[in-house]
C-alpha cells in the first residue's frame, strides 16, 4: 500500500506557470507519493501550496492572519474578536486558551518542507527549477521558524524527517539565539537558489530580496531589548548590516505615487515581497473585513483613537504638543497626509460620499443600513481598502495583496540599528526619506540619541499600521505592559442642529490588560506538552 501525502487544495498564488504537464496532472488533494515526486511540476505545486504561511488577509486558514495581530495590538479592535484576539487583549491568555495559535500548523509545515527537501535532489526535471523550488522550501521553513521564535521564543528546530521506524521523538528547545541563528543560517543558503527578481505570474515567488529582507527583521529582533538584555552592539550591527544588504541591491525605491495606492497597487517597486493570492480561490477579504456598514462592509477590524492620535499634526508636531493647532472639535484638520490615507473618519471621503458616523449617519451604529456592521470605534480603516471594488456586485474577495515586506521597513530596521549604534545623523537620513518621501512632505526629525529612538518607534507605529508589526514591536521594545494595559477607545459623534458635530472621547470599546513579564510570549499549548516534555515559557 503506498504512502499518501496529504496536500490541502492547491493555490497557485498567482505563482504557477501555466504549462500544459501542470494542468494535465490529476488533482491533487491526496496525490501518491509517487506522483508528487516524480515530476518536478507536481512538486512546484506542493511548494505553492505552502506560500499560505506568508502573512495574507484570508482568516480562514490553518496560519493566523496578520489583521488578527493589528487587533491584538493598541492600533486596532475587533469587532468580532475574530481568531479569539480578546483572550490576549483582555489578559486571558493560557496554555489551553489559546489565541493566534500556530504552533502545530507550523510545525505541520515544517514537516513537509523537510520531506520536500529531503526528497527535491531525487526528482526527474530540470535542475535550475529544483534549485530554485530548494531555496523557496527553504525559506518558507525559515518564516514557519521566525513566526514561531517571534510568540513563543526559542523552540525545537527540526529538520530530521521521521518515519515509522523511529523510536525517539524526544525533542528539546533551543534558545531564542540558536533558533535566530538556525533561520539566519537558512536564509544565508537560499541566496544560491533564488533569483533577483521575477515577471509575469512569477511575480510573489521568493527572491533575493525577500530573502534579506527576513534576515533584516529577525536580526532586529536579536538586537531589541526583550532578546539583547545586555544591549550587545554587535547584535545591533548584524541588525544595520542585514537591513544596509537589501537596500545595497539597489532594486527597491519608495513608491512615489498617492499614498494610498501604495498598497491597492500591485508590484510597483518598494514592493520586495507580496502575498498573491489566486481570484478564483483565495481572496483578500481586504474590502470586506475593513469597509464602513453603510458600504455593506463588515467594520470587523477597525482603528483605535490612540492610532488616529498618532497621526502627527502637518506641520510635525504631536497633537498634545503646544503650538500643534490641533482643535478636539475640529480633529481631522491639518493632519499628517498619511492619516487620510488610512483612515476612514467622520466627514472624510470613501468611495462615493463622506463617510458618517455620526449619531444615526449611515456609517454609525443608528444606521439603517446593516447598522450590526458598524464599527464601534467611528472609524474605519482605509488602508488596503480598494475604493474600486463594488462589495454590491463583486465576490466577497477583491486582489489586492498583502505586502509582506516593503522597503519603508527595511528604512526602518536601518535607522534603529543606527540609532542604537549611536550613529545618530545616518539614522535620520532613512529617517527622513520615508517622512520626506512624495505625497507626504512630513518635517524632517531632528532629534537626538533617545528622542531620536522614541521618533523611530513612532514612525513605525505610523507608516506600519495594520502590517502586523505593532503587536511584536512593543514586545521586542519591552514596552507593551504601557501599551496594552491601556483600553482601546473610539469616539463617539453628535450631528447638531447647525450642521457642526461634538466629539467625545469618551468611549471604551475594550479593557484590555497585559501582566508582565509573562504576556511577552505566548504560551506553550498545553496539547503539545501533553505529548511531549518541553520547557513552558515564564507565568503559564
Avoid at 515577471?199 to 510573489?204: F, L, R
Avoid at 514592493?271 to 480561490?281: E, G, P, R, V
Avoid at 449611515?362 to 472609524?379: F, H, L, M, R, V
Wanted: glycine share 6%; charged share 25%; net charge negative.
Amino acid at each position: 500500500m503506498k504512502r499518501k501525502i496529504n496536500i490541502v487544495l492547491i493555490v497557485l498564488l498567482g505563482l504557477s506557470s501555466c504549462q500544459k504537464n501542470i494542468l494535465d496532472t490529476p488533482p491533487l488533494n491526496l496525490a501518491s507519493e509517487t506522483l508528487v515526486w516524480s515530476d518536478v511540476n507536481v512538486a512546484e505545486n506542493f511548494i505553492n501550496e505552502k506560500y499560505k504561511v506568508l502573512p495574507h488577509f484570508y482568516l480562514f486558514t490553518s496560519i493566523p492572519s496578520h489583521l488578527g495581530y493589528s487587533a491584538a495590538s493598541d492600533e486596532c479592535f475587533s469587532k468580532f474578536n475574530y481568531e479569539g484576539v480578546n483572550k490576549i487583549t483582555q489578559g486571558a491568555l493560557t496554555a489551553d486558551n489559546l489565541a493566534l495559535d500556530s504552533w502545530t500548523n507550523s510545525y505541520n509545515y515544517i514537516r513537509e518542507l523537510n520531506v520536500f527537501l529531503s526528497k527535491v535532489d531525487e526528482i526527474p526535471g530540470d535542475q535550475e527549477k529544483k534549485d530554485r523550488l530548494k531555496g523557496e522550501a527553504s525559506f518558507l521553513r525559515a518564516y514557519c521558524y521566525f513566526d514561531l521564535v517571534s510568540k513563543y521564543g526559542g523552540v525545537p528546530i527540526i529538520t530530521k524527517v521521521y518515519s515509522a521506524e523511529d523510536r525517539d521523538f524526544s525533542v528539546k528547545r533551543a534558545t531564542f539565539d540558536e533558533t535566530a541563528k538556525f533561520i539566519v543560517d537558512e536564509l544565508d543558503k537560499c541566496l544560491a537558489f533564488v533569483p533577483a527578481s521575477y515577471s509575469g505570474n512569477h511575480v510573489g515567488r521568493i527572491t533575493k530580496g525577500a530573502v534579506l529582507a527576513l534576515k533584516s527583521r529577525i536580526l532586529l529582533y536579536a538586537a531589541s531589548p526583550l532578546w539583547n538584555t545586555g544591549n550587545d552592539q554587535a547584535k545591533w550591527k548584524a541588525a544595520a548590516d542585514a537591513a544596509k544588504a537589501v537596500i545595497a541591491l539597489n532594486q527597491y525605491s519608495l513608491y512615489e505615487g498617492d499614498y494610498h495606492e501604495l498598497f491597492i497597487v500591485p508590484d510597483h517597486a518598494e514592493i520586495i515581497l507580496s502575498y498573491h493570492q489566486n481570484a478564483q480561490k483565495y481572496q483578500s477579504y481586504s474590502d470586506i473585513y475593513l469597509s464602513p456598514n453603510g458600504y455593506h462592509g463588515w467594520s470587523a477590524y477597525t482603528p483605535t483613537q490612540h492610532i488616529v492620535d498618532q497621526f502627527e499634526m502637518a506641520n510635525g508636531k504631536m497633537i498634545q504638543e503646544s503650538g500643534s493647532g490641533y482643535d478636539q472639535q475640529n480633529p481631522y484638520v491639518d493632519r499628517d497626509p498619511r492619516f487620510y490615507a488610512n483612515i476612514i473618519y467622520n466627514g472624510g471621503n470613501f468611495r462615493d460620499r463622506p463617510a458618517e458616523f455620526f449619531n444615526g449617519g449611515k456609517d454609525s451604529q443608528q444606521s439603517p443600513i446593516e447598522n450590526w456592521n458598524a464599527s464601534q470605534t467611528g472609524y474605519n480603516w482605509k488602508k488596503y481598502n480598494d475604493e474600486t471594488y463594488d462589495l454590491n456586485t463583486q465576490a466577497l474577495g477583491s486582489k489586492t495583496p498583502f505586502i509582506v515586506f516593503r522597503l519603508s521597513e527595511i528604512y526602518l530596521n536601518y535607522a534603529e540599528a543606527l540609532n542604537a549604534l549611536g550613529d545618530d545623523a545616518e539614522a535620520k537620513i532613512w529617517l527622513n526619506k520615508i517622512r520626506q518621501r512624495r505625497g507626504v512632505d512630513m518635517p524632517p526629525v531632528t532629534a537626538q540619541g533617545s528622542a531620536l529612538r522614541d521618533k523611530i518607534r513612532h514612525e513605525r507605529e505610523v507608516e506600519l499600521c495594520l502590517e502586523g508589526n505593532r503587536f511584536f514591536d512593543v514586545r521586542r521594545w519591552k514596552i507593551a505592559e504601557l501599551t496594552d494595559n491601556q483600553p482601546a477607545k473610539g469616539i463617539k459623534i453628535t450631528k447638531n442642529a447647525n450642521g457642526s458635530f461634538t466629539y467625545d472621547y469618551n468611549l471604551t470599546v475594550e479593557p484590555r490588560k497585559f501582566i508582565a513579564p509573562q504576556h511577552y510570549l505566548f504560551p506553550i499549548p498545553k496539547y503539545e506538552l501533553d505529548k511531549i516534555s518541553l520547557e513552558q515559557n515564564s507565568g503559564y
